[in-house]
């Protein structure tokens, strides 16, 4: 069974520009999670989405971050414009149970770098 | 609101030697706790997980976690430590979404090294 699929593995851009990270969930999955990791600090939650709607988003800055998941398979975080302290890892996850007791499976992420 | 204490930024070892990995949690309702595993440069994966039942859950690659409800804790540990086991670890609590669904809220982890 494949995993959990993201891409670019590193990117690296100057502050004010933009860039997009891409997730394909597992097979299946209707639950897809975006996180945010900062070095140091555990995974943060920035959107759920179960299929292509939105579950939850209280915590994706949305003046400058958005995210999509138009068909509910493979979803898009775009940050525009990045600022330093966007500097993290992007972690993609997909449950196929969304109740609480349900794992997540994650990706290996996509590192940013802004300078 | 939910939340997750680990104590220990950095825990060394020696290769076995007991391994011991601290969380606490806050929750207003009945919790439901996980360890993830995170090696260099992948994504985190589950180790084991408490929802309800055994208080004594096992895991993956012999580690297990105690569910101790008077303390708020669920420590990990693993009897005796293998050189790759060196990894971060975090603990999480899960908890339901305004909207429904499951929101894992992590501790910052704690960086296991294994000695020789």
């Known amino acids: 069974e494949a995993g959990v699929a993201q891409s670019p593995r590193y990117k690296i851009i100057e502050k004010r520009q933009s860039v997009a990270f891409w997730c394909n969930p597992i097979?299946?999955?209707?639950?897809l999670y975006w996180y945010q990791q900062i070095l140091g600090q555990g995974p943060k939650l920035l959107i759920q989405?179960?299929?292509?709607?939105?579950?939850?988003d209280s915590q994706l800055p949305k003046d400058r971050f958005s995210a999509e998941r138009l068909k509910g398979v493979d979803s898009t975080l775009k940050i525009q414009p990045a600022k330093l302290e966007d500097s993290a890892v992007y972690l993609c996850?997909?449950?196929?149970?969304?109740?609480?007791?349900?794992?997540?499976?994650f990706g290996e992420g996509s590192r940013l770098t802004v300078l | 609101a939910q939340s997750v204490t680990q104590l220990g930024s950095h825990v060394s070892v020696s290769e076995g030697a007991l391994v011991l990995l601290r969380c606490n949690y806050s929750?207003?309702?009945?919790?439901?706790l996980f360890w993830y595993v995170q090696y260099p440069n992948q994504g985190l994966q589950l180790l084991l997980k408490?929802?309800?039942?055994?208080?004594l859950v096992k895991g993956i690659n012999g580690f297990e976690a105690e569910f101790k409800k008077s303390e708020t804790s669920f420590h990990l540990t693993k009897p005796s430590a293998h050189m790759s086991d060196a990894a971060e670890y975090f603990c999480a609590v899960s908890g339901l979404l305004t909207g429904g669904g499951n929101k894992l809220t992590f501790g910052t982890g704690t960086q296991l090294k294994v000695e020789l």
């Open positions: 408490y929802t309800t039942g055994a208080t």
């Open positions: 996850a997909s449950s196929a149970d969304r109740g609480i007791g349900g794992e997540l499976f």
């Open positions: 097979s299946g999955h209707a639950t």
């Open positions: 929750s207003s309702v009945p919790p439901y």
């Open positions: 989405f179960q299929n292509n709607g939105v579950v939850d």
